[in-house]
């Protein structure tokens, strides 16, 4: 779905989002078996933020802010 507004492919990019979230996870998995919990969390932790950003767009119909603070406007 092309929104007309931002003219942007919604379905696209949330798909990616989605996509590269899965693989995020997998290895995040992997890391955790091997005992690098760090690492495994860290990966988590943005495996997590990819989810987020495809929610954002879905809802928004909007690329997802390519920020990283609290004050987001």
Do not use: C, Q
Not at 18 to 24: A, G, K, M, N
Not at 35 to 62: C, D, N, P, Q, R
């Amino acid at each position: 779905m092309t929104n007309r507004k931002s003219n942007i492919n919604v379905d696209k990019i949330v798909k990616h989002w989605i996509e590269t979230s899965d693989d995020d996870f997998k290895t995040s998995l992997s890391l955790f078996e091997s005992k690098s919990y760090s690492w495994s969390l860290f990966v988590g932790h943005i495996s997590t933020e990819k989810i987020l950003k495809a929610l954002y767009v879905k809802k928004f119909s909007k690329h997802a802010p390519f920020i990283h603070n609290k004050g987001m406007d």
